[in-house]
């Protein structure tokens, strides 16, 4: 449906793969203003279809992708997309936002969104170019890996003038053909890692989409929005973690800072430091493999490596990737990651459960409970490994399955660290506490951003007391909303970490930073009324540049405390539909490993204290003690008659 | 003498990842730091011996002070 805001091309297209049949799915300005895009429009379509009985793999699923209107707007970091389904690992939607060129390219199509459902009679990619929907055949292309495809696409896509048509990408490799659980899809280098999308759409036998047109996104106020973009490229290049830390270091610059803060995560989470991890670390990367730093499309943080692995130059490893093929299995050969890091891409697995998997398998054998043959720091048949779970072989076929279900097969639960049956990200929660309660109540699980990343305040960025549970259940709710509204708008959540004004992270020892540290235990209730009472918030933070830009691109008026309880209703919507498939309180849970061993022996802290937590946390959201949203809450965020009209 | 490490894009300024010095307390330190300014050598976080340390704190010989700046990303 057309709409009067700018930042949409007004379509979005429903794609029936059994049928094949393509038609308009309507989605109203009305529902752009209450949904905005991203993976909260995603999550507005899967609530109107799912009704908690669907399975994963299954005609009753649906692969959403979306965009957001800030997508291809110009401003920074704005050429995000997002995937949404019901993830066949946690049984519960998932969501995965993505960088790349894809996003803009389905834009230039003339789309916002596609949606994906049944599943084709045999293996096939698919073409849009200006909002035509074209069907081939995929026999070709199947079975091939995620860079070998990607280049073949483009030999289909080439003119008479023999270029390749400008282009976006997604595809899945291997691993999604197979089903392996924690498959993604691949767009360019980049990833739409978590929840396993790779392999719904390969149950869907879609083996790619590709997407090019020559449409423009429209802006509402092109000449404000001009500008304002060039103040927002200035203030995040001049932003120490989004002008200096990240453009230089990458992700992969925070290893030595957790190892100092007892939060990288070591031997399968067993301990928050890593002896040898300065042989796997962002300075070690930086100083003796990277080549050169990209960046996706109008991105001015170019946080991406390019590494030279065996005279290729390809992606370098992010943190997760670094930490958790590093310590995670007491490994300290920064070549090999790097090598593993291109393999797992190019089979279309996520990095962060395969490892955490491999992790748990080791331990699984140390202990004595599966007899596998993998052994912590012996690593030298690792890339057969992933091999063998892409291609469902051997014990690649159970590890294909991810820790949670192999735990619940062999024992340890204890030590199948995930969250819903998702695999935590690569910080150790024993020591940020509100990190672990973000993991355990993520609604796609074990995924340390949307579990709103207050790992930033719990000594990354700022220093926070970082076991203390006082304040950060309301923080958390804060930041996870936060996130949620800018993956939804279709900006890169790195543009948030300008929400921290600069001086606070150039001075660490200044007197106001030590006062912010001191204070940040006790802002429970400060915030807890904002996020109470966003409207009070009714006025652009001058170190947000997000609500401007958001308002001079789509014509919406937006206050920082709008683009919050936007973010909640998202947030409160993606539960409620998970609570249609038994989601509660018991299910926002973490390994016992992480909520009763210590991790310090000699400091009772050293644990996160989940259930006290919880029990604020759920208060702040407005949910009841079995961590449901009431029926008060619902009416408040305009989600009730949406979503429980499918039941 | 205490031994030095520096951490994070203070590292790539720097040059240099660990180094030794024979000085007396966190003040002289800052003067010693190769490349980096005692400016920009103040607004890095400190540990000695992997906990923090203000800049009264006085060095015993073996120390292993490490420098790194305020880092975030996913």
Not at chain 1, 148 to 177: F, H, S, W, Y
């Amino acid at each position: 449906m057309a709409s009067k805001y700018g930042g949409y091309m007004g379509k979005v297209l429903k794609i029936d793969l059994t049928s094949r049949q393509v038609s308009e799915y309507p989605f109203s300005d009305e529902d752009r203003e209450l949904y905005i895009g991203g993976k909260t429009m995603a999550a507005k379509i899967l609530g109107d279809h799912m009704t908690g009985k669907e399975k994963a793999f299954s005609e009753d699923n649906l692969l959403v992708v979306t965009t957001g209107p800030m997508t291809g707007s110009g401003a920074p970091s704005s050429s995000r997309f997002n995937i949404s389904t019901l993830s066949p690992q946690t049984g519960y939607i998932t969501s995965s936002n993505c960088g790349g060129h894809f996003g803009y390219y389905l834009k230039k199509a003339g789309l916002d969104a596609l949606i994906l459902t049944g599943r084709c009679d045999k293996p096939t990619w698919i073409e849009i170019q200006n909002e035509k929907v074209i069907f081939h055949d995929a026999g070709d292309i199947w079975g091939m890996k995620t860079g070998e495809t990607q280049k073949a696409l483009d030999d289909k896509l080439r003119m008479k003038n023999g270029r390749v048509r400008k282009n976006g990408k997604i595809c899945i490799g291997p691993a999604g053909e197979n089903l392996v659980l924690y498959s993604c899809i691949v767009s360019n280098e980049r990833v739409s890692g978590r929840g396993g999308t790779g392999a719904v759409m390969g149950w869907m036998r879609l083996k790619a989409v590709c997407a090019s047109g020559n449409k423009e996104v429209p802006v509402h106020d092109k000449e404000k929005m001009v500008k304002h973009t060039r103040k927002w490229f200035r203030y995040l290049r001049e932003h120490p973690l989004t002008g200096n830390q990240l453009p230089r270091l990458g992700t992969a610059g925070l290893v030595s800072a957790m190892q100092m803060k007892h939060i990288l995560s070591t031997k399968n989470y067993t301990y928050g430091q890593f002896d040898e991890f300065e042989k796997v670390s962002g300075e070690e990367l930086a100083e003796k493999y990277n080549i050169v730093n990209k960046g996706c499309l109008t991105c001015p943080i170019r946080c991406a490596r390019t590494v030279e692995v065996n005279g290729q130059q390809v992606k370098g490893p992010e943190l997760e990737t670094l930490v958790l093929l590093g310590g995670g299995i007491l490994n300290d050969n920064l070549e090999s990651i790097l090598k593993w890091n291109y393999e797992l891409d190019e089979l279309g697995m996520d990095t962060i459960s395969c490892a955490n998997t491999i992790s748990y398998a080791m331990e699984a054998n140390e202990k004595g409970l599966w007899d596998n043959g993998l052994k912590f720091s012996e690593t030298a048949e690792l890339s057969q490994i992933f091999e063998d779970i892409a291609f469902r072989r051997g014990i690649g076929d159970e590890l294909a399955l991810g820790s949670k279900r192999l735990s619940e097969k062999y024992g340890g639960k204890e030590f199948a660290i995930h969250a819903k049956g998702m695999e935590l990200a690569a910080y150790e929660p024993r020591r940020a506490a509100g990190l672990g309660l973000g993991y355990a109540t993520s609604n796609r699980g074990g995924c340390h951003l949307n579990g709103g990343y207050l790992v930033i305040l719990e000594g990354l960025g700022l220093s926070m007391n970082q076991t203390t549970y006082h304040g950060k259940a309301d923080l958390t709710m804060l930041f996870q909303d936060l996130m949620e509204m800018i993956s939804a708008a279709g900006q890169c959540l790195f543009t948030s970490y300008a929400f921290f004004p600069a001086p606070l992270m150039k001075h660490p020892n200044a007197w106001y930073t030590r006062l912010i540290n001191k204070v940040l235990p006790y802002s429970g209730a400060v915030v807890r009324i904002i996020n109470k009472y966003p409207e009070i918030a009714c006025f652009h933070l001058p170190v947000f540049h997000h609500t401007k830009g958001f308002e001079y691109t789509t014509g919406m008026k937006m206050t920082f405390g709008n683009y919050i309880r936007c973010g909640e209703r998202g947030y409160n919507l993606e539960r409620e539909i998970n609570r249609r498939f038994g989601v509660n309180a018991n299910k926002d849970a973490l390994p016992k490993r992480l909520t009763q061993s210590l991790q310090d022996p000699d400091d009772p802290d050293s644990r996160v204290p989940l259930e006290k937590m919880k029990k604020v946390y759920y208060h702040a959201r407005g949910w009841n003690r079995d961590g449901l949203p009431t029926e008060r809450t619902l009416r408040k965020l305009k989600i009730l008659q949406d979503t429980r009209r499918s039941e | 003498m205490v031994r030095v490490k520096i951490f994070g894009t203070a590292r790539l300024k720097a040059g240099v990842g660990t180094f030794e010095r024979d000085v007396k307390n966190v003040d002289e330190l800052l003067d010693v730091i190769p490349n980096l300014t005692r400016k920009e050598a103040k607004d890095l976080v400190l540990l000695v011996n992997g906990k923090p340390a203000g800049r009264r704190y006085r060095f015993r010989d073996g120390d292993e002070v490490v420098l790194l700046a305020p880092a975030g990303g996913g």
